[in-house]
């Protein structure tokens, strides 16, 4: 069985310890020979990569281990990167959320003005990290679950319609877990599901165990009374407060259309008056992360590094980690799993934009994906899409012509917030506040 080299692009990322452990919780299934960081934050890096050099040597010496910030050594000789870059880290986050709730839209890092303002930093950043990729490793994949996705695959497809990339968002596989755990399966991989959307933007119309018994009327039940709350799993970890009221609040979403099941971020466009007005302008996700998570697993890193040893620290394999590795071990053991993907719709859609990047269901093997068709989709969720698609399309076209207009223009159209003239005060505020990161506009 072959063993692979993989690249973990955001070495100094909180999530990036959950990724190891998960890694070598099934070196079984996927065998691997090197593991190597890259961030362009060195101290910040260093942190985690002596904790996980640490859990490496304790669980698997065998496995070659090294971090840095050279793209040359980091992408040489390697078969996959895991990236999940934050181009500008929380600092700009906390801006991306705080100043549109200056003017009473929605903060949110993925979601309406903070997203727009998020993709127009982490366009540049994926771009130099692939290409990187495809100079030293050819043949590597790129398995990319960066922030906002949907932003981001509209761009690799304009402008890197030929690599070797895999856009994918771990929120769908959180919630299909909890939605396990409503049906009483003991995992999601019981589950077959038909999905459809953009990235945080999407549904599932049909959901069934692996005999054909339709689960969805079990998980309707639910969420009529209850959204997503009461169905965590016992192994839940860091959830800030916020994200209790995300998972109730989607029994609200879930009543505009019973028939099918919403994904959670639908709240921020269809209850954005909600959301605003439960916000806290001086104190968002971002600072609850910063205070919470973030001080958790940098301390606890600190703590491995420090007693040379990661038993009873704490650190543990996130939710978002297995889906990595599944995807990773379809793609390098052609294991033909079924798995959620980023990818052009060109007709899986039937009644939508050819053109568009959307989340659907595929088949994963050793030559990448086959997209699972989806049929034409119902007009209420229709006609969100091609507004929110619209958007995303803007935002690139802004980013690849430094177009200070077509930025408006995306802002203007995103249903989070309220008229043009919002639009500009907010867009207005958001480039003199990202000159380090965005393209010149003009």
Known sequence: MKKYSIVIAGGGSTFTPGIVLMLLDNLGRFPIRQIKFYDNDA??????????????????????????????????????CMAHIRVGKYAMRELDEKIPLKYGVVGQETCGPGGIAYGMRSIGGILKILDAMEKYSPNAWMLNYSNPAAIVAEATRRLRPDSRILNICDMPIDLMEKMANIAGLPSRKEMVVRYYGLNHFGWWSDIRDKDGNDLMPVIRRHMKEHGFSNAMSDSSQHIESSWNDTFLKARDVYALDPDTIPNTYLKYYLFPDYVVEHSNPQHTRANEVMENRERAVFSACRAVAEKGTAEGIGLEADVHASYIVDLAAAIGENTRERMLLIVPNEGAIENFDSEAMVEIPCILGKNGYEKIQMGKIPRFQKGLMEQQVAVEKLTVEAWIEGSYQKLWQALALSKTVPSARVARLILDDLVEANKEYWPALS
Not at 49 to 77: H, N, Q, W
């Open 43 to 80: 101290d910040r890096q260093e942190v985690v990569a002596k904790a996980c050099g640490v859990m490496l040597k304790e669980r698997a010496p065998e496995i070659a281990f090294s971090y840095t910030t050279d793209a040359e050594r980091a992408f040489s000789d390697v078969d996959f």
